[in-house]
């Protein structure tokens, strides 16, 4: 577990053989991550500043999701067997998918979600402005987020592939930096009555505060902390970061400048260190759990049903809505997350099925 400081042929080794070999791991936290972003989309309305302790926990569980995701890419991405075709080969086919499932869910959810079914104003004018700033619809950030990481993953790679201390340091000072930009704005429109933006996110800009994320999940990967710090970090620093998380959901303290800095978002100084001591320590303690073949087999099948799942569920989760599906009681919020949870993944396997729609699950 302790980080090598140079590519020595041993290094070498622990970096490839682990990734020729299926982890189930990385599947389930895929898993439970995208189960935990339709969670969050459907008791949006149900949290605030008010809400009971146990939803403002669960909420900031929930805050660590995306960030899992983007870990999970950079363990996988960022592994030196995912260029041994070459970087052109690599880019070719992670944007292969990415690129018409890009354009195709954007042409879907600002045309047929946005212009046809919103019942709020909408103009084109607005809804290009909106693709330009990435917030066309709440989820669809992620994909320039998640292209942006991969055009940029061959040169990251060749950086700190080759030596996991390099990929720790990398990491940790681009997620140090990522927490200095998002905090910014609030700091200094509260501490010097104008906002400064050291950084405007975009479609072409997104991915920048999540280099960190990116390449501390292949950091730990390739040289994991120790079994003693990765329970530390599960049994008593996420806790703690839970509590402080939960606290920011509620202190009235984060409700104006300086202090909407700790607003919890997935750059937030109490979500960033969650969601890092949670995947850190579960990566490090599950790495070398196995399953057997039929396990694999159902395992890999709905961890490739993820991106798919994150893309479609809102367009399972408006409708029921429109429709009056009823969330007065806490019984019927979980039946409206089971409901869209299970169609959204019964879609896409579907939908993988079909010619050309599976081009763009």
Do not use: C
């Not at 995306?66 to 996988?76: D, Y």
């Not at 998380?245 to 009235?252: D, F, M, N, R």
């Amino acid at each position: 577990g302790t980080p090598e400081t140079s590519p020595t042929r041993s290094s070498q080794q622990r970096d490839v053989s682990p990734a020729r070999r299926y982890s189930p791991l990385l599947d389930v936290i895929r898993v439970v991550a995208v189960i935990g972003v339709v969670v969050v989309h459907v008791i949006a309305d149900h949290v605030d500043p008010d809400a009971p302790v146990a939803m403002l926990v669960l909420r900031s569980l929930l805050a660590t999701a995306v960030p899992a995701f983007v870990m999970i890419s950079g363990a996988l991405n960022l592994a030196p067997t995912a260029m041994r075709h070459g970087s052109g080969s690599f880019l070719a086919r992670r944007l292969r998918r990415l690129l018409p499932a890009t354009v195709a869910w954007t042409a879907f959810y600002v045309l047929v979600m946005n212009l046809l079914l919103s019942p709020g104003p909408t103009t084109l004018r607005g809804e290009v402005a909106a693709l330009l700033t990435a917030s066309s619809y709440p989820h669809l950030y992620f994909l320039p987020l998640i292209i942006g990481l991969t055009v940029i993953t061959p040169i990251l790679a060749t950086y700190v592939s080759g030596s996991s201390r390099r990929a720790w340091i990398t990491g940790g000072l681009a997620a140090a930096w990522a927490l200095g930009v998002a905090a910014m704005p609030y700091l200094t429109e509260g501490l010097l009555d104008e906002a400064i933006v050291p950084l405007q996110l975009g479609a072409l800009t997104y991915f920048l505060p999540y280099v960190g994320y990116y390449v501390l999940g292949r950091a730990t990967w390739s040289a994991p902390p120790s079994r003693r710090a990765a329970w530390w970090l599960l049994l008593v620093a996420v806790p703690l970061l839970i509590a402080a998380t939960g606290w920011a959901y509620a202190s009235p303290v984060t409700e104006i400048p300086p202090g909407k800095a700790l607003l919890p978002t997935y750059l937030a100084p109490t979500v960033m260190p969650l969601s890092l001591a949670l995947v850190i320590s579960l990566l490090s303690l599950g790495r070398s759990w196995r399953v057997g073949e039929r396990t694999e087999h159902f395992l890999r099948r709905a961890g490739d049903a993820t991106f798919g799942v994150f893309l479609v569920h809102f367009a399972v989760l408006i409708p029921l809505r429109e429709l009056g599906f009823p969330e007065s009681s806490v019984l019927t919020v979980i039946e409206l997350i089971v409901v869209v949870t299970i169609a959204s993944f019964a879609l896409t396997v579907v939908g993988k099925k079909i010619p050309l729609v599976r081009e763009v699950l």
